[in-house]
């Protein structure tokens, strides 16, 4: 599934240049080694790199490529980025689509097109206008998916009001914060927290504060707070007291 | 594309007793193309069927291959995405059910020694059905410089390429999977080959040879 192109091993490093932006200011996209952007930087066009530094605000006019990345501050990228690995701290806003090995936020991620990567962990706020695709899925906080959020592992552990249109895996793990947090969000905030699907398909899944139209899988959990108009169940179903579930069949 | 009964998604799951973790796998490597998944409303909201004959087919042949090839290797032997690879033309002799003479045909006419995976598609079927092509110069030189240019602009092999008759006139056409064609009365259809299945034939015919 993933399959990043270039292989920076081949390249004689010694013919490329290191750029490194300071203050305010501009440079043209090309082949380099290292950039590094600290302070307010752009670069126009496509870039290719094996290493990108953005501390403060860094913004790239055209598909990235390059075998890490990290951003500290403020990152935007106007085309697609294909990286190994993606640190970001901060906010990364993505126009095209991102192809990653492992992904790494706090903060924002907010990406137009869609996710591919192999591992997601996000802490914070996540957003993909055309689905994602991974084979774990880790997610601290809250997200909004549009389309099919498609993952081997999901685990996630939201607040706030998030939607995914649907979500399809083989664990699936769907928590409230609320059930953890002693002290300070019970009672007060975080009651009317959801989650919105319209479908969840999963081998195992597991969900709670969560509304949802169709739940199908083959053990399914449904815990507190649930609004589910129906479940299809192929082996076993356990529901909550707590939750509203409409109809239940076993296939 | 008559006889297309559609399947829904849990029936699927019961016939072939694969799990929905699986099929979502397999959606994710590509194993099964994105266009198959026919969304239609149902009373409960969407609901996502298949095309019977295709998708039982497709899910044999992964469980089946899936013992012998790790799931990335099945993806690239079967999936419609398309190989980066770049291939020599004396590498391509080494596969018998390419015939030479198209080959040379391909080689002369494009100027090149070297093929995309797309054009060694073109070459396999212009071998295998090689009866339905105007062997008359003009004509298979025009259709070879177009599937160059297809090539170029055409991402996927989620194509049907169809071979058209009217009276002597030959007509070649590139068509999406899911689109009906109807012709005038003295239209023939002559040939409908799916890029797709020669894809598939083809990865495994040279999966075999450069495997040796």
């Given at each position: 599934?993933?399959?990043?192109?270039?292989?920076?091993?081949?390249?004689?490093?010694?013919?490329?240049?290191?750029?490194?932006?300071?203050?305010?200011?501009?440079?043209?996209?090309?082949?380099?080694?290292?950039?590094?952007?600290?302070?307010?930087?752009?670069?126009?066009?496509?870039?290719?790199?094996?290493?990108?530094?953005?501390?403060?605000?860094?913004?790239?006019?055209?598909?990235?490529?390059?075998?890490?990345?990290?951003?500290?501050?403020?990152?935007?990228?106007?085309?697609?980025l294909?990286?190994?690995?993606?640190?970001?701290?901060?906010?990364?806003?993505?126009?095209?689509?991102?192809?990653?090995?492992?992904?790494?936020?706090n903060?924002?991620?907010?990406?137009?097109?869609?996710?591919?990567?192999?591992?997601?962990?996000?802490?914070?706020?996540?957003?993909?206008?055309?689905?994602?695709?991974?084979?774990?899925?880790?997610?601290?906080?809250?997200?909004?998916?549009?389309?099919?959020?498609?993952?081997?592992?999901i685990?996630?552990?939201?607040?706030?009001?998030?939607?995914?249109?649907e979500?399809?895996?083989?664990?699936?793990?769907?928590?409230?914060?609320?059930?953890?947090?002693?002290?300070?969000?019970?009672?007060?905030?975080?009651?009317?927290?959801?989650?919105?699907?319209?479908?969840?398909?999963?081998?195992?899944?597991?969900?709670?504060?969560?509304?949802?139209?169709?739940?199908?899988?083959?053990?399914?959990?449904?815990?507190?707070?649930?609004?589910?108009?129906?479940?299809?169940?192929?082996?076993?179903?356990?529901?909550d007291?707590?939750?509203?579930?409409?109809?239940?069949?076993?296939? | 594309?008559?006889?297309?009964?559609?399947?829904?998604?849990?029936?699927?799951?019961?016939?072939?007793?694969?799990?929905?973790?699986?099929?979502?796998?397999?959606?994710?490597?590509?194993?099964?193309?994105?266009?198959?998944?026919?969304?239609?409303?149902?009373?409960?909201?969407?609901?996502?069927?298949?095309?019977?004959?295709?998708?039982?087919?497709?899910?044999?042949?992964?469980?089946?291959?899936?013992?012998k090839?790790?799931?990335?290797?099945?993806?690239?032997?079967?999936?419609?995405?398309?190989?980066?690879?770049?291939?020599?033309?004396?590498?391509?002799?080494?596969?018998?059910?390419?015939?030479?003479?198209?080959?040379?045909?391909?080689?002369?006419?494009?100027?090149?020694?070297?093929?995309?995976?797309?054009?060694?598609?073109?070459?396999?079927?212009?071998?295998?059905?090689?009866?339905?092509?105007?062997?008359?110069?003009?004509?298979?030189?025009?259709?070879?410089?177009?599937?160059?240019?297809?090539?170029?602009?055409?991402?996927?092999?989620?194509?049907?390429?169809?071979?058209?008759?009217?009276?002597?006139?030959?007509?070649?056409?590139?068509?999406?999977?899911?689109?009906?064609l109807?012709?005038d009365?003295?239209t023939?259809?002559?040939?409908?080959?799916?890029?797709?299945?020669?894809?598939?034939?083809?990865?495994?015919?040279?999966?075999?040879?450069?495997?040796?």
């Amino acid at each position: 599934m993933i399959d990043i192109t270039i292989d920076f091993r081949r390249w004689n490093m010694s013919n490329f240049n290191d750029v490194s932006i300071c203050g305010n200011k501009k440079v043209n996209g090309g082949k380099y080694r290292h950039v590094k952007i600290t302070g307010n930087g752009k670069i126009t066009g496509d870039t290719e790199a094996k290493e990108i530094n953005i501390n403060g605000s860094g913004k790239i006019e055209g598909n990235t490529v390059t075998s890490k990345i990290e951003i500290n501050g403020t990152g935007l990228i106007e085309g697609n980025l294909e990286s190994k690995q993606v640190i970001s701290d901060g906010e990364l806003i993505i126009r095209g689509v991102i192809i990653a090995e492992n992904i790494l936020t706090n903060g924002m991620l907010s990406v137009q097109k869609m996710i591919k990567a192999k591992k997601i962990k996000a802490r914070g706020n996540l957003y993909s206008s055309k689905g994602l695709e991974s084979e774990e899925f880790n997610l601290e906080g809250a997200f909004k998916i549009e389309e099919l959020l498609n993952s081997n592992k999901i685990d996630i552990l939201f607040s706030g009001n998030c939607y995914a249109k649907e979500i399809g895996g083989d664990e699936i793990l769907i928590r409230h914060t609320y059930t953890f947090d002693f002290g300070f969000t019970i009672g007060c905030f975080g009651i009317n927290d959801r989650m919105e699907a319209e479908l969840i398909e999963g081998n195992t899944v597991f969900i709670e504060y969560t509304k949802v139209k169709v739940v199908r899988g083959h053990n399914i959990k449904i815990g507190k707070n649930c609004v589910i108009e129906e479940v299809e169940y192929f082996d076993s179903i356990e529901i909550d007291p707590g939750a509203i579930v409409k109809t239940k069949k076993k296939i | 594309m008559n006889n297309n009964t559609l399947i829904s998604k849990k029936e699927l799951l019961q016939m072939t007793g694969i799990s929905y973790g699986q099929l979502y796998r397999w959606k994710r490597e590509n194993l099964i193309p994105e266009h198959w998944f026919i969304k239609k409303s149902s009373f409960t909201g969407q609901e996502t069927f298949f095309v019977k004959d295709k998708i039982l087919k497709r899910v044999k042949e992964i469980l089946d291959l899936k013992d012998k090839y790790s799931l990335e290797e099945l993806s690239k032997l079967i999936s419609p995405e398309f190989t980066k690879r770049i291939f020599d033309s004396n590498e391509l002799r080494r596969i018998p059910q390419l015939k030479d003479k198209i080959i040379n045909i391909f080689k002369n006419i494009l100027h090149k020694n070297y093929f995309t995976y797309f054009e060694i598609i073109f070459i396999y079927a212009f071998s295998k059905y090689k009866d339905y092509l105007n062997d008359a110069g003009e004509d298979l030189k025009d259709i070879i410089k177009t599937v160059e240019h297809w090539s170029k602009i055409i991402k996927g092999t989620s194509f049907r390429f169809v071979i058209l008759g009217k009276k002597t006139e030959r007509l070649y056409l590139l068509i999406h999977q899911n689109t009906e064609l109807i012709y005038d009365n003295s239209t023939q259809e002559l040939k409908v080959i799916d890029l797709e299945e020669m894809l598939k034939e083809l990865s495994l015919l040279m999966n075999n040879i450069i495997n040796d």
